[in-house]
């Protein structure tokens, strides 16, 4: 498995353990809402992490493993961008997370917006490997 894959999902394992604490606090304290309102204020960090932490940051760490190589099949191609991918895609989550903490409105627009770049960076990684796959699909009117 190739470096940028092991810490993608390493890094994503991490968020998971994450959300499932803070969804374990959500509950806890839904069940005793006596014990303090200040854990709702977790809930934006629970369900960012679960589905772009955790989620989307496997699936990309996988999917460059998984790909077929390039043409010749020595190289998955440049991992720089792969790479600035997997720091955007972070700093995306610890911007809607600071954002939703400080009451910063516009944490989840910046944040969607560094995620989103994450994934134009992995696709010009992703596409020399996709589309020759492409091509060799079998063009027929069958399912």
């Known amino acids: 498995?190739?470096?940028?894959?092991q810490w993608m999902?390493?890094?994503a394992w991490g968020h998971f353990l994450v959300?499932?604490?803070?969804?374990?606090l959500l509950l806890t304290f839904?069940?005793?809402?006596?014990?303090?309102?200040?854990?709702?204020?977790?809930?934006?960090?629970?369900?960012?992490?679960?589905?772009?932490?955790?989620v989307a940051q496997l699936v990309?760490?996988?999917l460059f493993w998984w790909l077929p190589k390039l043409p010749g099949g020595v190289s998955r191609g440049?991992?720089?961008?792969?790479?600035?991918?997997?720091?955007?895609?972070?700093?995306?989550v610890?911007?809607?997370v600071l954002g939703s903490l400080l009451g910063w409105g516009e944490g989840l627009r910046w944040g969607r917006a560094l995620d989103?770049?994450?994934?134009?960076?992995?696709?010009?990684?992703?596409?020399?490997?996709?589309?020759?796959l492409l091509r060799a699909r079998p063009s027929g009117g069958g399912p």
Do not use: C, D, Q
């Open 1 to 5: 498995m190739p470096r940028v894959s």
């Open 78 to 92: 440049p991992e720089a961008p792969v790479w600035a991918a997997y720091g955007l895609l972070n700093a995306g």
């Open 94 to 96: 610890a911007v809607v």
């Open 30 to 54: 839904k069940a005793w809402p006596g014990l303090g309102a200040w854990v709702w204020r977790l809930r934006p960090w629970h369900i960012e992490a679960l589905l772009v932490g955790w």
């Open 116 to 132: 989103l770049a994450a994934g134009g960076l992995f696709l010009t990684n992703a596409w020399p490997r996709i589309r020759p």
């Open 9 to 11: 999902v390493r890094t």
């Open 19 to 24: 959300a499932i604490t803070w969804g374990a």
């Open 60 to 62: 990309l760490g996988v």
